[in-house]
């Protein structure tokens, strides 16, 4: 395989340095939160956020007063993007059926789809008030039936985006708490005074906030690790060096670390694609974070065939893959590893951002090798459960119980289908011996 780099981002080592240093802050941050609970949160508030209040969750008054400065046309635009990923999200949700089954004669077997009890949903906002964050989490929530959402987003310029929390409540969010970064993860996750804790937290977010999920997976659960975005652009000559660009510049102005990365077979392509990088970056108003993340991430990947295309793809596992070539539904049958799929020139990653319906919580860091992204099933536990309705089931299956319990040695597990082949099957057999 012939691959080139005709441009590359930052080594791996120096990323993992990053990580080093965000771990560390992240590990101790938590563990004042975790002692010293409201008190930790409003200091890490006023620091890292330069907003101080009595309570950080809003009243029903403070929301109601919010919302009445947000436009009527910016109100019907979060219904209608609300309206898109709802129906999506019960159509998902449609697709998960509860089953019951008799497998064997008075042997029933199946499971239920039961909501996670309560839900912390992160919004990010410090740098961008990402309304459309609050359809994808607290929207979806709602959809899979969670009785209990919390939404916290941070202050965006000094106080609480209107926008933001008008999306927030209309999609469902119970209690809303104007919190940023690890404070925020920390208190939905932890709890504190004032903060009842929640069992599973959702949401994109920055670095710090991607590595306090991780640091907190397992005492509590998450949706999956969705750190800086990433984008991916595979394209070939039937698109041109304009459209490339642009769709990777969209998503490059995210942050300073947002991977931006072109894989194509067509030199003249990637060659036009990096003069016109350098051209939008000359007008992007947003050039300051875009030029330094395409500086420190961006990458630009000639291969010789699609086949080869395909193989660099699936090794990055990127967040967002924008296909744009003579065989797009090939690369649908043929990707494993990504966070979504965006499928010909006519629609873009930004489509499914902000509007289209899709969830754009999405796995970073090549997470896509083992997990998709943020959907209504993500709120839903899959249980299962067994139902012996007869005395013949009863001792026909402890039989084997027995036996297979003794074949391991286990003479308690024997046991519990011995007393069961007795009572039933009206059978004697031995205490601690198998039965026949």
């Known amino acids: 395989m012939t691959v080139q780099y005709l441009k590359q981002g930052k080594p791996a080592d120096a990323r993992s340095q990053d990580d080093a240093a965000v771990r560390v802050a992240v590990e101790a941050a938590l563990r004042e939160i975790e002692t010293r609970g409201d008190a930790a949160v409003k200091e890490m508030a006023v620091k890292f956020d330069g907003y101080e209040r009595e309570s950080y969750r809003l009243s029903q008054d403070e929301i109601d007063a919010l919302i009445a400065q947000v436009s009527p046309r910016d109100i019907e635009d979060i219904k209608f993007a609300q309206e898109q990923v709802r129906n999506f999200a019960i159509a998902q949700r449609n697709s998960m059926q509860d089953i019951e089954v008799e497998t064997l004669p008075g042997v029933f077997l199946g499971h239920r789809n039961i909501p996670v009890q309560s839900v912390g949903c992160y919004v990010p906002g410090g740098k961008f008030p990402m309304v459309a964050s609050a359809h994808m989490s607290v929207l979806t929530a709602a959809v899979a039936g969670v009785p209990r959402i919390i939404a916290a987003t941070p202050p965006f310029k000094g106080s609480p985006n209107p926008a933001v929390i008008a999306a927030m409540h209309m999609a469902g969010a119970h209690e809303i708490y104007v919190l940023g970064g690890i404070q925020a993860i920390g208190a939905m996750a932890l709890g504190t005074e004032s903060i009842t804790a929640v069992d599973m937290l959702v949401g994109p977010g920055n670095a710090f906030v991607a590595e306090a999920k991780r640091q907190l997976y397992g005492?509590?659960?998450?949706?999956l690790f969705a750190g800086p975005t990433e984008t991916m652009v595979i394209a070939d000559e039937t698109v041109d060096a304009e459209l490339c660009a642009t769709d990777l510049m969209g998503q490059a102005e995210h942050g300073y670390n947002s991977p931006a990365v072109l894989v194509t077979n067509s030199r003249k392509l990637a060659e036009g694609t990096l003069a016109e990088i350098e051209r939008i970056l000359e007008i992007l108003p947003t050039k300051e974070t875009?030029?330094?993340?395409?500086?420190d991430y961006g990458e630009v990947i000639l291969c010789d065939t699609h086949e080869?295309?395909?193989?660099?793809?699936?090794?990055?596992?990127?967040?967002?893959v924008q296909v744009m070539t003579d065989r797009d539904d090939w690369y649908l049958q043929n990707m494993h590893s990504y966070g979504a799929l965006f499928l010909g020139p006519r629609t873009n990653v930004a489509n499914g951002d902000k509007?289209?319906?899709t969830n754009h919580t999405l796995p970073t860091k090549k997470a896509g090798r083992y997990t998709g992204g943020l959907w209504v099933g993500k709120f839903l536990k899959t249980h299962s459960y067994q139902r012996v309705t007869t005395d013949e089931a009863a001792a026909h299956i402890g039989a084997?119980?027995?036996r297979l319990c003794m074949l391991e040695g286990f003479v308690g597990h024997a046991e519990q289908c011995n007393i069961r082949v007795r009572r039933y099957g009206k059978r004697n057999v031995p205490y601690g011996a198998a039965a026949e």
């Open 355 to 357: 509007v289209i319906g």
């Open 308 to 320: 080869e295309m395909l193989e660099v793809a699936n090794d990055i596992a990127s967040e967002h």
């Open 400 to 402: 084997y119980g027995s």
């Open 219 to 223: 005492r509590v659960g998450i949706d």
């Open 290 to 295: 875009a030029a330094k993340s395409w500086q």
